[in-house]
């Protein structure tokens, strides 16, 4: 009695048992054992444990992991066995016992395959974090929903649309949701839609045969079959001219495509990832744009931002663009003197990040002290600086002028700003410097001046 009880708890051990004599050969298993090496055919007893394949990663079957177990050592390490014709992973121990006098080995096996795939999850996740944050600067709560969207459009295989201006990364944000899905083992290819005729753009997506037009004197694979399984993404799609909108319509619908001068329909599965500058919405009211090719397009929808609308991104991306540059140049730059960050953080930049990271290789180039100055900047931004102080110092004269000559007029000169105005007004908008400045009448430039000279925390 008491030994069907303990045959009953050896048969719901989690784990695999089996019981080898000193020759290897199988005396006792439980059922998980069985189930782990899928025996289907009789009983595994009186079985040699070299039929079964223990093999480590990467390695051949390691044949001294059977000596080991004949020279009675301990056995603790990762190992792949099949089921199945699925290879598993599982740990195995070896524990050396005397029954009656006999030495048997008693190995423990745990399938940790269901464990590592949830760390492996884990770390898929992980890793799509790292990623984000790795090539997309910033911690702007702007930047945190781009974050997300990103994330939301890898877990589909839907068509997206991006929109922004020139220089807000749209092919970043593309390339992310590329490398953060499940196809990122597959190719991600760029097509600048706006950089070709309608012709090449035709043979640069479709391909073409040999002979099919002059010039073509082979075949030529286009990019939709290149980026088969993986990510094609069309950069500057409302530039595509209606004939070419209506084809790409096709692919999109029929999952086929046909190569220039050929009649042979080629089946292709690809994620098509779109960008624009434009309003393609407008356009499609216009008559510019199809509307059905729209809606196919903009099925899931992200917007960059541009940088005026996340300043607070600036000194981030200033930090990344130092360090980058510093290694590329085998420079040791720290940052920027006072007066240039100001700047940089009151310029509008029209052309959006791409924009600050030319400013700073420019300044990189011109720098030769430890911090960059007003002078290391391009011709632009010095004379977006001139203006702003020629501006200041015009507005300052007109308000005084007003405020002496016209009777109950309010305005007073920027230089009789005092102090406890400008604390008040600071207060009132939470310590925001733009909403101040604006509040005041004056520039951020100024503002922050008024705030040193009255050394006013900022």
């Not at 086929?256 to 599965?269: F, L, M, P, S, Y």
């Not at 300044?363 to 977006?384: A, N």
Request: proline residues 2%.
């Amino acid at each position: 009695m008491k030994e069907i009880k303990l045959h009953n708890i050896i048969e719901e051990i989690p784990e695999g048992i089996v019981l080898l004599d000193g020759n290897l050969s199988i005396q006792f298993y439980n059922k998980v054992f069985s189930k782990l090496l899928s025996y289907k055919e009789g009983s595994p007893i009186g079985k040699n444990l070299r039929t079964i394949d223990f093999i480590q990663e990467k390695q051949t079957i390691k044949d001294n992991f059977y000596s080991d177990l004949k020279e009675r050592k301990i056995i603790k390490s990762l190992y792949y066995i099949k089921n199945n014709n699925e290879s598993i992973m599982v740990y195995v121990f070896s524990k050396n016992i005397q029954i009656d006098g006999i030495d048997y080995t008693l190995l423990t096996i745990f399938d940790i395959s269901s464990l590592m795939q949830c760390s492996f999850n884990v770390n898929k996740i992980e890793k799509r974090i790292n990623y984000l944050e790795q090539k997309i600067i910033g911690k702007d709560e702007k930047i945190k929903e781009l974050f997300k969207m990103i994330k939301l459009a890898s877990e589909s295989t839907s068509n997206v649309l991006i929109n922004g201006e020139s220089g807000t990364g749209k092919e970043l944000v593309a390339r992310a949701i590329h490398e953060v899905s499940d196809r990122r083992s597959m190719n991600f290819v760029t097509v600048n839609c706006s950089a070709l005729s309608e012709s090449l753009l035709e043979s640069e997506l479709f391909g073409h045969v040999k002979g099919s037009f002059t010039g073509a004197y082979k075949d030529k694979i286009g990019k939709f079959e290149i980026s088969h399984g993986g990510t094609i993404f069309l950069d500057e799609i409302g530039d595509i001219t209606p004939l070419t909108q209506l084809k790409l319509l096709r692919v999109i619908e029929e999952k086929t495509i046909t190569r220039v001068g050929d009649n042979r329909e080629i089946k292709v599965d690809m994620r098509i990832v779109c960008a624009t500058n434009k309003n393609l919405r407008e356009m499609v009211t216009k008559g510019l744009f199809r509307e059905d090719l729209f809606y196919r397009l903009n099925v899931f929808q992200i917007n960059t931002t541009p940088l005026r609308d996340r300043k607070n991104d600036i000194p981030v991306l200033c930090e990344y663009f130092i360090d980058k540059f510093n290694i590329k140049t085998n420079k040791s730059i720290k940052g920027f003197k006072e007066d240039v960050m100001k700047l940089l953080m009151d310029y509008p930049w029209p052309g959006n990040v791409r924009e600050l990271q030319n400013v700073i290789e420019h300044s990189f180039i011109v720098c030769s002290s430890d911090y960059i100055d007003l002078f290391d900047l391009p011709l632009e931004l010095r004379q977006f600086n001139f203006r702003e102080i020629k501006a200041e110092v015009s507005n300052d004269h007109l308000l005084f002028i007003k405020s002496n000559k016209g009777k109950g007029v309010n305005i007073k000169p920027r230089n009789t700003l005092t102090m406890e105005k400008i604390i008040e007004v600071l207060k009132s908008n939470n310590n925001n410097k733009a909403a101040t400045a604006r509040q005041l009448g004056i520039s951020r430039i100024a503002l922050w001046k008024k705030l040193k000279k009255f050394n006013i925390s900022q």
